[in-house]
């Protein structure tokens, strides 16, 4: 470990590694920009400009190498935002490099695995191509691809799901690619989107069709049922029987309880946790009800949980949120329910068996100011950044084989978290340290003066990112030079609408405005040196 964190004296005094034109590449992945700053703001637009290191890379020769990274971000879900690697990949397919263009359209099927990003992907490659169509052989190629390769039944599901998006449809796609089905499942379907379920049933609907073929219109003949009926029991049983989404059904009936008890039997975790307070507020979870004792039961079931790979901080947020009784607008009001307020509290520390750890030497600095009990947290309504702060010193005390934990104000204090301990009791260890003005720097200095090797300091704060006589960048700079640990640092400051601490072109540092669901990831990738 010594030995892969150990560089140069000449790296070190440098002020840490440059931003490579792949880690620029990297970071734009994950994090929809080419700097080291994680914020919460979507790009309403994205283009050439933002991105400069892809064309780079693919005039020196190394397209095939970035699409490779645009496939590993998304089949390993490193990215955070999907805008930017979907971007990424039509900037690659209308590039002038036929191999990249070639690898790009052979990975489409693979990173837009829904409609919705497939339809992503054609408005930013019509936005790249100028004057031009953008549809050349080779995206008609890859359009049709995506929708025969596609298993019948899911589909129909998917396009039935998933409609529309950035002014594109599917019948448009169809129209531009020149499809001609494979199979009959999917001619089933094409027919569907083009001329309406009465010619696709019409034309289909034989004795002797295939089983795909069957189940297909099946599917679509509850699709279509459901958009004209208006009894709630039959609408549920539909729901029921062919697992129809939220999505399937009529705006009208989106406040029925019997049809959100259809949609709840099915609803992955993480679409649960969001609509907890809905089912609330129309009353289907209600104290003793047998709803409630579903939902208690989904949650607190350790393999539904693992498999979901939900993080403690959105199952706290979740927590939170449904235990205030309000949606973030004030409109959903509901009462909470007990049974599910518990189930909740054992989903949360049940959850910490999800964290992965890094395996990095990490040294976790908690701002214990007093505003950090009752500073709100961009991005993770109901939390204090005292609560959020905590979380993660749990995370890392029960998932990191080698993590310090300090506590600053104007002073430091070692914070004796262990992975048994529960977060009211962490909140109270923080809340008793000593107040006084915030001072970032310590706790470089604290582990550059006693010798303690780090690969990676992580700041929790609310929103106050240095007061002391040096800056926290400076302080790392010296760390560097005197360990000769190329170490890294990243700054969230919860509560904060913008800063700035990380130098353009230094690798190893990182600023993270407001601190959402998504947060614990993106300082997992920095760890890890995946951007």
């Not at 100028?130 to 129909?156: C, F, H, I, K």
Request: charged share 25%.
């Amino acid at each position: 470990m010594a030995e892969q964190n150990a560089v140069s004296n000449d790296s070190v005094a440098s002020g840490g590694s440059t931003v490579a034109d792949l880690l620029r590449v990297r970071r734009f992945l994950c994090l929809g920009t080419e700097l080291g700053a994680y914020t919460l703001e979507e790009k309403s637009s994205i283009g050439r400009e933002n991105a400069e290191s892809i064309v780079r890379l693919i005039h020196d020769g190394r397209g095939e190498e970035v699409v490779a990274e645009i496939n590993k971000f998304s089949r390993e879900g490193k990215a955070v935002k999907q805008q930017p690697v979907i971007f990424a990949l039509a900037l690659c397919a209308r590039e002038s490099d036929l191999k990249t263009r070639q690898a790009a359209y052979k990975a489409l099927s693979k990173v837009c695995q829904t409609p919705s990003q497939l339809f992503a992907f054609i408005n930013y490659a019509e936005a790249l191509s100028g004057q031009s169509t953008g549809w050349g052989r080779a995206q008609r190629r890859a359009v049709q691809a995506w929708y025969n390769e596609q298993e019948p039944r899911q589909l129909a599901y998917l396009v039935t799901k998933y409609k529309h998006r950035e002014g594109w449809t599917h019948k448009d796609l169809l129209r531009l690619c020149h499809l001609k089905p494979t199979n009959q499942g999917v001619a089933v379907v094409i027919r569907y989107i083009v001329k309406g379920f009465e010619s696709a049933e019409k034309e289909f609907d034989k004795e002797d069709a295939s089983d795909d073929v069957k189940n297909v219109l099946t599917f679509l003949r509850a699709v279509e049922d459901v958009k004209n009926m208006r009894d709630e029991s039959s609408v549920a049983g539909l729901v029921e029987q062919h697992k129809l989404a939220k999505e399937h059904i009529p705006t009208q009936l989106l406040k029925s309880k019997e049809v959100w008890r259809a949609l709840l039997q099915d609803m992955p975790i993480t679409s649960l946790l969001r609509n907890l307070g809905k089912l609330s507020a129309i009353g289907l979870l209600a104290p003793l009800s047998d709803q409630s004792q579903l939902v208690c039961e989904r949650l607190t079931d350790g393999e539904q949980l693992k498999k979901s790979l939900v993080h403690p901080i959105t199952l706290l947020t979740a927590l939170k949120q449904y235990e205030r009784g309000r949606g973030d607008k004030g409109k959903q009001k509901w009462a909470p329910d007990p049974q599910v307020l518990e189930a909740l509290n054992g989903a949360f520390y049940n959850s910490f068996k999800n964290v992965e750890p890094t395996n990095k030497r990490l040294l976790y600095a908690i701002d214990c100011g007093r505003s950090m009990a009752f500073s709100g947290v961009n991005g993770s309504s109901g939390l204090t950044a005292s609560m959020a702060a905590s979380t993660m010193a749990m995370c890392a005390a029960r998932a990191e084989p080698n993590c310090h934990v300090l506590g600053f104000t104007d002073q430091l204090v070692q914070l004796s978290i262990s992975p048994d301990m529960r977060l009211d009791q962490i909140l109270q260890i923080v809340g008793a340290t000593p107040k006084g003005r915030t001072d970032c720097v310590l706790p470089i200095l604290y582990a550059k003066e006693n010798n303690i090797p780090i690969d990676v300091f992580v700041y929790l704060t609310d929103s106050k990112t240095g007061t002391g006589d040096i800056s926290p960048s400076d302080a790392l700079k010296q760390y560097r030079s005197a360990m000769k640990i190329d170490a890294k640092l990243c700054v969230c400051a919860m509560s904060s609408n913008g800063f700035a601490i990380a130098a353009p072109d230094d690798a190893g540092m990182l600023d993270m405005v407001g601190f959402d669901s998504l947060a614990p990831l993106v300082i997992r990738n920095f760890a890890l040196g995946d951007i």
